[in-house]
């Protein structure tokens, strides 16, 4: 399977922030997806993941401000996180769990850098 | 909401020695639902450990992982110099993914 994600790179304080995660080599369907989130030199923050179109769940702390959403036809995982700061600045990884039973994050993208900045 | 701590933040050892990273859950954590990663600088991370101590894909039998309830370990044997890094320990559990912060494995 592989991963890549996309995005601006560049995103205005107090704007949407607009993620999208497109998965070739298998389908992404019946796996647990998720976006996670790394602020340069720091560590990783997981913000939500999506089960097919039936389970969401959010970070507690990022709930407020974060949608994620799947298009099974087109193979992808999107994001938005509105209202954002400079401390939202990080690298955004997507990343699929390994399994309904015993889970890890075995398929991870490259990571797409979003800086906000005015 | 599951808090994890790692102990120590940083460890510096040699090539060939062992190392041991800890982490600590504010509860217990489901044996199915620890797992530790590797990251290196400029690279995403690479999932290690899954369900406490089964190794993942490619993942050569110097690592190991252990542990129940709330404390938990890696273990490297045999340190190969691709082996510093940082290690992650995460858990999932109440339906939310944590990480922990995060163990510098490091040259001596």
């Known amino acids: 399977v592989q991963i890549q994600e996309s995005g601006p790179g560049l995103v205005k304080p107090s704007e949407t922030l607009s993620l999208t995660c497109t998965v070739s080599g298998n389908s992404i369907q019946n796996y647990y997806w998720s976006w996670i989130r790394q602020p340069p030199g720091k560590g990783l923050e997981w913000i939500a993941y999506i089960y097919n179109t039936a389970s969401t769940n959010y970070n507690p702390a990022l709930k407020s401000r974060a949608a994620i959403s799947i298009d099974t036809s087109k193979n992808q995982i999107s994001m938005r996180l509105t209202s954002v700061t400079a401390a939202d600045t990080a690298l955004y990884y997507c990343?699929?769990?390994?399994?309904?039973?015993?889970?890890?994050?075995?398929?991870w993208g490259q990571g797409v850098l979003v800086t906000v900045s005015s | 909401e599951i808090v994890l701590s790692q102990s120590p933040d940083t460890l510096s050892l040699s090539p060939g020695d062992s190392a041991t990273l800890s982490c600590r859950a504010s509860?217990?954590?489901?044996?199915?639902?620890l797992a530790w990663y590797q990251q290196k600088p400029g690279q995403a991370p690479r999932l290690l450990i899954y369900a406490v101590s089964t190794r993942a894909t490619g993942i050569p039998d110097r690592f190991s992982g252990g542990g129940s309830g709330t404390d938990f370990t890696l273990t490297i044997r045999r340190l190969e110099p691709e082996d510093f890094a940082v290690y992650y320990c995460q858990c999932f559990g109440g339906s939310l993914y944590t990480f922990g912060p995060g163990a510098k494995l490091e040259i001596k």
């Open positions: 509860q217990s954590v489901d044996s199915n639902s």
């Open positions: 990343a699929r769990d390994r399994g309904l039973w015993q889970r890890g994050f075995s398929n």
